[in-house]
């Protein structure tokens, strides 16, 4: 008979028994998860190549598997906008702090730290979250999350049990230090899963607003404070903000410990170092038997290493942290490719201002400015979305001319709160005079509807010709990706990042061009060159929109290796049936995904170099701009000049005709002719 302590023992030695068989579950689970991702994703490849040979038997069964599969499924973007602020002065944090004992706060902390989400925040960002957390109890058979409500709300278990379930089947059990309902945090959905309490319990919330607050205040705080160290330096001081925003996202936060060589004399010279936290010694020493002499002792907003930006082959001295260090560093070629920057900054200007020229001297427009919603007929209907209806249209007496007449339902608009965006997306069409990109020529009003009037793209959506074919060849991908470049380098040179890319945004004219749609999440960057709102499809937005960090015109780019590794391979590198899963990924990185054959080294190269963690790293962003994708290997041979006088053949000849349910009415009449809706001005102010 064993003693208490004994019994007590091997109670201990069983629970212990029993939490690593559940961790071993957990992680057998999400191993069969990515091997089910596999087989799916192997199983749509080899659909494709029962199609593309033509496997008798197999060609109806292949394209069905296509339409079915749930990466064929047209994507649509999620928008959260970050909470309001003065550009002025910082945004405070909406949650006050909420006490907690120690214990607690290792606990939601440890478990920040360890989930795949939010293990990728900073410290500070982390602290903060901790701090503001608030404590709630549930008693035993309680929903704390509800499948197919709305989320704002995120939860950290301290005491008890939750069970996870999906129409009624269990999923997993929830324990102590778990946290679930992440996805809150980024953007508003609706819940896939029903958490309820087995027991009494203990947890911790943090609300989306209070989480984005955080994480604006932080991010402007950190620009702020790069901003200013950058101006300590002489390298930096006389340089315009734009160029120091971009210096401050090549910048790389390295911490360092008591004695901890930064410098070692005689070691390559290849970094900038400004001190942002503690001190430094700068040490020489002049001869191998003598001691080191300390020169200098450096503190916050000091810099060394600055003759590595020169071309410094070795280090003449040593630098030692004096206690806990934090620097910020840069590297000499993301140095050289600022400067390149700064010294061909009226070059660029001037190419800028030239392709702007040539652009839109391309685009010849005869619209007449006094047109008005009677003057145009309908043909057909094209499709219908949830706050909207596409018509095709033409003037009265002349088929020839032919337009998209986009009608906005005014309520659903209102509803949503959408009506500063959706202005957003009037102002950016209006403006924009590329070829490559849809135009809009004029808007209209009335009492329940808002109509705008569209360049007519009849020769379909690209994303519909990539469902059909599978995948696209090189030859082609080059083709719609030129089109694509253009687009964007136009955007950028105004100022203006579009963050929806994707082939669903992609519609071909009758010639078979390629021209950029989806103005929905388009902005103009503000005063501080970032911008704040999470939008885009899940698969393609980029790290740093993730990580709320704020963000440029780069995630443009990162878009656009999204796109040719999706045209290439018939699917996008990030994709889970999740959405936290599918940004879990994208936050690992390009470097983690396999690529598949069809996808040719020169390719992958061009992808990874657009898909780069760091902005400032990516193609497109850099001293060149879109011209360093142009010169890209994997274009050897392309003629990017064809594309631009539109004298190349595209790749995919559409076959136009009007649609089947073919019809002529006029706008705004009723069955017997008479006048149902009173035009009103045009909403350039208000709805």
């Known amino acids: 008979m064993g003693t208490l302590r004994d019994l007590q023992f091997a109670l201990q030695l069983k629970i212990e028994e ?11 689970e999400l191993e069969l998860d990515a091997k089910d991702d596999l087989i799916r994703r192997l199983q749509g490849e080899l659909d494709r190549m029962r199609v593309s040979l033509g496997t008798p038997g197999s060609s109806a069964a292949g394209c069905l598997a296509l339409r079915n599969s749930s990466q064929r499924i047209k994507r649509r973007a999620v928008v959260a906008e970050p909470p309001s602020w003065d550009e002025k002065q910082p945004p405070q944090p909406t949650a006050s702090s909420h006490s907690k004992s120690p214990e607690s706060q290792e606990l939601i902390r440890g478990t920040l730290m360890e989930n795949g989400f939010t293990k990728h925040l900073e410290r500070g960002q982390i602290l903060a979250i901790v701090d503001c957390m608030y404590a709630t109890t549930v008693s035993q058979g309680s929903c704390v999350i509800r499948e197919g409500e709305n989320a704002s709300l995120v939860y950290v278990i301290e005491e ?39 027991m009494n319990c203990k947890l911790w919330v943090i609300d989306r607003l209070s989480f984005q607050s955080i994480m604006l205040k932080s991010g402007l705080l950190r620009i702020s404070q790069s901003l200013d160290l950058l101006r300590s330096a002489p390298f ?58 300390c020169l200098s002792t450096l503190s916050r907003g000091d810099w060394f290493g600055e003759r590595a930006l020169r071309g410094e082959e070795s280090r003449i001295v040593s630098v030692m942290a004096a206690g806990d260090v934090t620097c910020l560093v840069i590297e000499r070629d993301s140095f050289r490719k600022l400067m390149g920057n700064l010294e061909d900054d009226n070059k660029i200007g001037r190419d800028n201002k030239e392709s702007k020229a040539r652009c839109e001297e391309k685009e010849e427009v ?67 005079n590329c070829p490559f990109i849809v135009r809009l020529h004029k808007t209209f009003r009335d009492a329940d509807c808002l109509y705008m009037l569209l360049e007519a793209c009849l020769g379909g959506e690209l994303w519909t010709l990539l469902r059909e074919r599978g995948t696209f060849d090189d030859a082609t991908t080059h083709f719609y990706t030129a089109c694509v470049a253009e687009a964007l380098s136009y955007l950028h040179s105004r100022g203006i990042v579009h963050r929806d890319l994707r ?13 950029l749609v989806g103005f929905g999440c388009a902005q103009k960057i503000g005063s501080r060159r970032k911008c704040w709102t ?115 053949t595209p790749p995919i000849l559409p076959c136009v005709h009007h649609p089947p349910e073919y019809r ?17 001005p045009d909403w350039d102010k208000d709805f």
């Open 664 to 680: 002529e009415s006029s706008l705004h009449h009723d069955d017997n002719g008479n006048s149902s809706h009173t035009e009103l």
């Open 18 to 28: 029993l939490r690593q068989r559940d961790t071993l579950i957990d992680e057998l």
């Open 236 to 293: 930096f001081r006389s340089l315009p903000e734009d160029a120091l925003i971009k210096a401050s996202d090549a910048l790389e936060e390295c911490h360092y410990g008591e004695g901890d060589y930064i410098i070692r004399h005689g070691s390559p010279g290849d970094s900038f170092f400004i001190v942002s936290q503690g001190q430094v010694k700068v040490t020489e020493r002049r001869s191998v038997s003598d001691e080191p002499t």
């Open 534 to 648: 999470f939008c885009g499809s899940t698969g393609y937005v980029a790290p740093e929109m993730i990580l709320c960090k704020g963000h440029t015109t780069s995630v443009d780019y990162w878009a656009l290796g999204v796109f040719i590794y999706e045209m290439l391979s018939g699917s996008p590198p990030f994709s889970a049936s999740d959405p936290m899963k599918t940004y879990t990924a994208i936050l690992q990185g390009i470097d983690a995904v396999e690529f598949p054959k069809p996808i040719s080294k020169a390719a992958a190269n061009l992808i990874k170099r657009l898909c780069r963690n760091n902005p400032s790293e990516r193609l497109g962003t850099q001293r060149n701009g879109v011209k360093d994708i142009q010169r890209h290997k994997w274009f050897d041979g392309f003629d990017w000049e064809a594309v631009r006088k539109r004298t190349i």
């Open 503 to 515: 082939p669903e945004n992609i519609h071909l004219d009758q010639y078979g061009y390629a021209k």
């Open 366 to 432: 005869s619209f007449p400015p006094d047109t008005c919603l009677g003057d145009l007929q309908v043909i057909c209907c094209l499709g219908e979305g949830q706050f909207s209806t596409v018509e095709l249209v033409h003037f009265k007496g002349d088929l020839r001319r032919q337009y998209t007449l986009k009608i906005i339902r005014k309520h659903a608009v209102l509803s949503s709160g959408q009506q500063g965006r959706l202005q957003t997306e009037r102002r950016i069409m209006l403006e924009a």
């Open 160 to 198: 008890g049990k939750m069970e996870v379930t999906k129409s009624g089947h269990k999923l997993q059990m929830l324990e102590a230090g778990a946290l679930f309902g992440e996805l809150a945090l980024l953007h508003n959905h609706t819940r896939s899963t029903t958490v309820t309490a087995v």
